[in-house]
């Protein structure tokens, strides 16, 4: 870094990154434009943007595909370790009705950029983008290495995004940051629960609706079941950092005409446990109150079938990157953001299985994100900017 940075690096970086604000809006706008909705993906159009970038500035990068046009790009920033990498996701939700504009062609409206993907990810994206520059620019002081991801498909599970860049790509890192719980930056992510996926079937017997009593109505056996599995007791209950467990009907499907009595009917449910709970244990449980209903009402059958199961994660409260993003906000914002357990999950459950230490922390307001006309505030943007780069100065200059 220059003489200036070296001897004040927060004004320093408070100041280049102020000077980073139309380039941020800049790159935050092309990156909405780019139409990746997932699905289908194609996170190739928004990889074309980062890879142009990279290029620009001579950025080592690699870019990874496990399906065509599913893409992720890795840029690279020094050498050596401790090594720093941050994941942004380049894919987005559909963007659904309602909109004042279209969600693809960014605009800018008292101080907040609106499109799809804004808040999620793409903003912070950006943001990190800039720090990039920085970084490059300074790149001979950095004693470690800052790795930048565009990765592709988090809406739906990562399996063609940072899971693959994990397991198949030999992506690594000593720590990471993931940008996409915002809370506006006064949340760091540390623990998530667990997040467990069920699928309930119920068989019946088919029979025409006008003799229901020769059939077995499958819809009807589902809901008493229904009504047993609502009061399913979680063995925790509560959490220093945690709301409580949860348990959400998510789909019901079954039947073809009124005048049809069901013979199948799938139900699937989202249990979101703590840490300390334990999912065999639940899906124990769900299959002791199965059985009861079975036995009460003879002509009632069901499957249970785990669709996913995602077990919690945490890390020590005492780790570097909450003690240092904890400094940083406070010198940028003046305020100090507080450890909290997510009831949501992101990547950082795959960092953490690979023994990388993970937090999640970032920019923008929790309803933002999937919402029609999603939104996040350019100060925000540039606040952010600011804060990473003395976060990743910290850990590799």
Same mark, same amino acid.
């Given at each position: 870094m220059n003489k200036h940075c070296s001897n004040d690096p927060v004004d320093y970086v408070k100041e280049y990154m102020q000077?980073?604000?139309?380039?941020?809006?800049?790159?935050?706008?092309?990156?909405?434009?780019?139409?990746?909705?997932?699905?289908? @993906?194609?996170? $190739? +159009? %928004?990889?074309?943007?980062? #890879? !142009?970038?990279?290029? =620009? /500035?001579?950025?080592? &990068?690699?870019?990874?595909?496990?399906?065509?046009?599913?893409?992720?790009?890795?840029?690279?920033?020094?050498?050596?370790?401790?090594?720093?990498?941050?994941?942004?996701?380049?894919?987005?939700?559909?963007?659904?009705?309602?909109?004042?504009?279209?969600?693809?062609?960014?605009?800018?409206?008292?101080?907040?950029?609106?499109?799809?993907?804004?808040?999620?990810?793409?903003?912070q994206m950006a943001s990190m983008l800039a720090v990039a520059r920085f970084l490059?620019?300074?790149?001979?002081?950095?004693? @470690?290495?800052? $790795? +930048? %991801?565009?990765?592709?498909? #988090? !809406?739906?599970?990562? =399996? /063609?995004?940072?899971? &693959?860049?994990?397991?198949?790509c030999k992506v690594s890192a000593d720590y990471a940051i993931i940008p996409d719980v915002a809370h506006n930056m006064n949340l760091i992510d540390v623990t998530e629960k667990g997040a467990l996926f069920l699928e309930i079937t119920s068989h019946g017997k088919q029979a025409h609706g006008s003799r229901p009593e020769i059939g077995i109505n499958a819809i009807w056996n589902m809901i008493t079941l229904l009504e047993r599995i609502k009061q399913l007791k979680f063995k925790h209950t509560s959490h220093p950092l945690h709301t409580p467990p949860t348990l959400n009907l998510g789909s019901i499907h079954s039947g073809t005409a009124p005048n049809i009595v069901p013979a199948v009917c799938k139900a699937q449910l989202d249990i979101r446990y703590l840490p300390d709970d334990s999912?065999?244990?639940?899906?124990?449980?769900?299959?002791?109150?199965?059985?009861?209903?079975?036995?009460?009402?003879?002509?009632?059958?069901?499957?249970?079938?785990?669709?996913?199961?995602?077990?919690?994660?945490?890390?020590?409260?005492?780790?570097?990157?909450?003690?240092?993003i904890s400094k940083h906000v406070f010198s940028i914002l003046g305020t100090k953001p507080q450890p909290r357990g997510m009831s949501g999950t992101t990547v950082t459950k795959q960092l953490l299985e690979k023994g990388i230490i993970a937090v999640g922390f970032g920019p923008g307001e929790e309803t933002e994100a999937h919402a029609t006309n999603e939104s996040i505030s350019i100060k925000e943007l540039v606040a952010f900017a600011k804060i990473m780069a003395l976060i990743t100065l910290d850990i590799i200059a």
């Open positions: 000077n980073e604000e139309k380039e941020i809006i800049a790159l935050a706008c092309r990156l909405i434009n780019t139409k990746t909705e997932n699905p289908p @993906g194609d996170e $190739i +159009l %928004a990889v074309r943007i980062v #890879e !142009e970038f990279f290029q =620009s /500035l001579q950025i080592p &990068y690699a870019i990874f595909e496990k399906t065509k046009n599913r893409s992720n790009i890795v840029g690279y920033i020094g050498k050596g370790r401790p090594s720093l990498l941050i994941a942004c996701h380049l894919d987005v939700v559909p963007a659904g009705d309602d909109w004042k504009k279209n969600p693809f062609e960014a605009w800018i409206e008292n101080g907040r950029i609106y499109g799809r993907g804004s808040s999620d990810n793409k903003g490059k620019e300074n790149e001979s002081k950095l004693k @470690g290495q800052f $790795i +930048l %991801a565009g990765v592709a498909d #988090e !809406e739906r599970g990562s =399996s /063609l995004g940072l899971e &693959y860049l994990l397991n198949e999912s065999d244990d639940i899906i124990l449980n769900l299959k002791a109150i199965i059985k009861e209903v079975e036995v009460q009402y003879p002509t009632t059958r069901f499957d249970l079938r785990i669709i996913s199961n995602q077990p919690p994660t945490a890390v020590p409260l005492n780790n570097p990157l909450v003690e240092l």
